[in-house]
């Protein structure tokens, strides 16, 4: 069953508002989680990693005000787009690392699309 | 830089055996990872190689040369379900994850 789970799977939302995307690990701690855009037919695209009770690492040329991050718990990490775009719309997806080769369990995804 | 190179796009027959290179040039090496991403879904952890050799898993067996910096996927009996990306990512010296742009598997019948 799934390890990682993310809400909401889609949302529509219009230019200007804020969206705000859970990522949970289900049955284990995650001091660790990692955030990734990934737009159609590309590749996945880092944008940041979430440390559990710290700041978030972002990846260069990802704007840390506008792409908000809090991991405020083991198993909780939030990503939040402020003052969204259309250029915003994308897949996110968030994994945690896990298992005996420390390998990345992903969660479903959030499509995001901005009008 | 780091990078990491994969064929965008390889066709295959149903039943047939398919090959997936993946070659890397990293700062730093702490194993290779295939997943495979079907579309409008998130990828899935298909295997792991930090020695050289090869790792057999079912149909899917992956191999590792270090020394080379390559890696290849191998699909065997290859079914229509197999269609997707499938993508290459190592781990460097910081365990951060490199992504490969990912090979996308076309299966035909």
């Known amino acids: 069953g799934a390890v990682v789970s993310q809400h909401p799977s889609w949302v529509i939302c219009k230019s200007g508002t804020s969206v705000k995307i859970e990522c949970r690990s289900l049955d284990f701690q995650a001091t660790t989680m990692f955030w990734y855009r990934q737009f159609p037919k590309q590749s996945l695209m880092l944008m940041a990693t979430?440390?559990?009770?710290?700041?978030?690492?972002?990846e260069q040329g990802v704007e840390k005000d506008k792409f908000l991050i809090n991991h405020a718990s083991l198993t909780l990490s939030t990503l939040t787009v402020t003052s969204a775009h259309p250029e915003d719309s994308s897949f996110y997806i968030c994994s945690a690392p896990r298992g005996e080769y420390y390998e990345q369990y992903f969660g479903p995804g959030t499509r995001l699309t901005v009008t | 830089g780091q990078n990491i190179d994969q064929p965008t796009e390889m066709t295959a027959t149903e039943g047939a055996i398919v090959q997936i290179n993946c070659t890397y040039q990293t700062s730093g090496f702490n194993g290779l990872f295939w997943y495979q991403q079907h579309a409008g879904e998130a990828p899935t952890f298909l295997s792991y190689n930090v020695l050289d050799g090869l790792e057999e898993k079912g149909r899917f067996s992956s191999f590792l040369s270090r020394s080379k910096g390559y890696s290849y996927l191998l699909l065997k009996e290859l079914q229509m379900k197999d269609s997707a990306s499938y993508l290459c990512a190592v781990s460097d010296s910081n365990y951060q994850l490199i992504w490969g742009a990912g090979t996308k598997l076309i299966i035909k019948p």
């Open positions: 979430s440390n559990e009770g710290s700041k978030a690492t972002y």
